[in-house]
């Protein structure tokens, strides 16, 4: 069984908000929340994961 992909070129930043606002891609900033080293897209699911661990400890082991 064959299975074929299509190539698809690499573009440069030169024409990127060309190409963005031809296919209605739009670039939007977000917010990461880093503890532990894990990052979590809402505050909720971080505050959550640092709940679990006793107060000033670490969910990483030693």
């Given amino acids: ?3 074929e992909f299509a190539v698809v070129p690499e573009h440069d930043a030169e024409n990127a908000e ?3 606002a ?3 891609i739009e670039c939007v900033p977000v917010a990461y929340f880093h503890w532990n080293g894990f990052r ?4 909720k699911d971080a505050l959550a994961a640092a ?3 006793p107060a ?3 969910a990483v082991s030693a």
């Fill in 51 to 53: 709940k679990r661990v």
């Fill in 56 to 58: 000033g400890g670490s």
């Fill in 1 to 3: 069984m064959s299975t």
């Fill in 22 to 24: 031809a296919y209605g």
């Fill in 40 to 43: 979590y897209t809402t505050l």
């Fill in 18 to 20: 060309e190409l963005m």
